[in-house]
RNA sequence: UCCCCUGUAGCUCAGCUGGCAGAGCAAGUGGCUGUUAACCACUGGGUCCCUGGUUCGAACCCGGGCGGGGGAGCCA
């Protein structure tokens, strides 16, 4: 017999057919004429009840060993369920305990665990409902991401991870080295990269933007979706010291046309989610987010909000005693700041516009009026910027002018000043962080929580 | 990196002014005519994070260290 998943079974007709079913128990419950097994393998939340009607024998002994956690092999029938709570169960005539999960050692009760705990077992967590939906959610949210890019004619461009440009000034990178660092440290003497691998020093990226950036100046429409590293030395619910990156780039686009991609892109995901993973959703709203689902179709029902620095900085200025740090133009958006003007003034996803270059990047493209540049952030309710991106400087003299006032080493940046030198567009870009994408859609609360094995400053296990 | 909170049974926590270590859940055993976070009864279960100090006496007070959480900064 063809062995069919628990999501598989639930789509056949309950008519007495046979079936096998091969998973986890999460609970058993036990009655005086018969045993309730709740079996579950990942392809959905809810559990396939098995019912063994007045075990004894062998198959007591069996159901005796599958305890919490135990895989098993269950045989049966699928029938109606005449009690409530599923329209459906198996009727099992046999059950196989695969491998045990002693219940004095097994660390997953059948009962609720802080996310703090399920933290230090991050080999178990997936087996728990909250883990299995946020995975199952990750999984779709990734291949919609391909889906709407593809669908809209982008080529998918693989960045490197190891980059020896040191060019990319997006925060502090982690080195990657070769070299004896105990025999170095010990030698006192200082280091010489001509002898590391890549005969320079190497680092692991922090953006594939630059890359990709080649490659829109060719295929035109272009994307990469991988992972990024910071060493910066960041404790909080948002940050990772390993995130995945989607970062479309668009030849001759400006930066309305950016944040149309964006609010598109945002809005299929969200839609994707709610239609795919309707199951998942509903327990996130149960039990993680109250609100959640409600929250997720008001941001299809209307455009988003958008507004200039500028505009915003007046805002925030009129309710100045509100805020811990008093706005003022020039200033870079505080956390309070970003939070006030998406949830109390936007109501919803708010594009903030045309920032003061100091504040942003060397490669945006700097605006007439000399002060701003064509920046746009993509703010959300809860935990502010999802989005951060921007048209790009296409004319080299400007471009050559900021790296230089900002004392970077024009030479780093030979191959990206090429780009303006060579046939240069007018072209714009974002980079969309997926674990923030994740909390947004799944109301998880920390970004520890919605990738499998999170790499933060002195957390690399497992 | 900074600020605040926190560390007690497998898990979540209580433990008052320093005086014999507690509860709920989980687990084990028994009961229960279909349970579904099952229910009822009973039972077992402790390096009170580590370390130094104060004290007749420390889970509790003080110093140092380590871990966890929340917030801030950096950003996606």
Redesign the pocket.
Known sequence: MKLLSVKEIAGLEADGRQVTVKGWVR????????V?L?VNDGSRLSNL?C?F?SPEGEMAEEL?KA??GASVAVEGILIP??????RF?V?ASSCRVIGEAP??SY?L?????????L??IAHLRPRTNTFGAVARVRNRMAFAIHEFLQAKGFNYIHTPLITASDAEG???MFQVTTLDLDRLAKSGGSVDYSKDFFGKPAYLTV?GQLNVETYCQALSRVYTFGP?F?A??????????E?W?IEPEVAFAELSDNMELAEDFLKHLVRTALCDCAEDLAFFDERIQSGLIESLKAVLDKPFAHMTYTEAMAILEQSASAF??KPYWGL????????FLCEKIAGGPLFLTDYPKE?K?FYMKQNADGKTVRAM?LLVPRF?????GSEREERLDLLEKRILELGLNLDAYGWYLDLRRFGTTPHSGF???F??LMLYVTGM????DVIPFPRA???ADF
């Open positions: 609970t058993k419950r036990a009655v005086k004429s018969a309730f709740e009840q019912v009607e005796a305890g919490t369920s005449p009690a409530a709570g599923q169960e009727r219940a004095d660390p009760q059948k009962k609720a665990h802080s996310m703090e705990f933290r230090e997006a925060g502090a953006s990024t910071r910066e030395n960041s404790n909080t619910s948002r940050h990772l010291s995130f990156m811990e740090v870079d958006l505080q956390s309070e700041h970003e939070k504040i990047s952030d502010g910027e999802i989005i951060g980079g969309l962080g674990e923030r609360a920390n970004i520890r400053p002195r957390l």
